[in-house]
């Protein structure tokens, strides 16, 4: 079963940078643009692992993490923040809602796709892999 990420950001180029480097290692890639499209699109399509940016139209990422940290459905999704937002109080707010990873922009794709690795590979509660990753 193929990882099914997404990759929720306003800015297209951001996106697809990071659709193709999470392609490249098998796993399927969901896009949204703004917060709200994102959180249908998580609700809709139940993807394992999101990334989220903080500044987006609509709905920011910090409303869409309290969001999926609400409901049950989704309080435990791992979610890495990916944002420009750097500030000490930015990133305290990230953890403070439930992110599992911040990480500023500008970004390194080989160290997102690790730390979704690190995901994948840490498994649930029961200590149990989530997926199988090469």
Request: one cysteine or more; proline letters at 4%.
């Amino acid at each position: 079963m193929a990882v099914k990420i997404l990759v929720c950001d306003d800015e297209r180029s951001i996106v697809r940078l990071i659709q193709v480097n999470l392609e490249r290692q098998g796993w399927e890639v969901v896009t949204a643009y703004d917060g709200k499209e994102g959180l249908e699109k998580i609700r809709a399509d139940k993807p394992d692992i999101c990334v989220l940016d903080v500044m987006m139209p609509y709905m920011d990422g910090f409303e869409v993490l309290k969001n999926l940290r609400r409901e049950p459905e989704t309080q435990n999704l791992p979610v890495v923040m990916l944002t420009a937002k750097a500030q000490d109080k930015d990133v305290f707010e990230g953890y403070h809602f439930g992110a599992d990873v911040y990480l500023t922009k500008p970004f390194n794709p080989a160290e997102l796709v690790t730390f979704i690795k690190r995901i994948i590979a840490g498994g649930g509660n029961d200590g149990q892999k989530r997926y199988d990753i090469d």
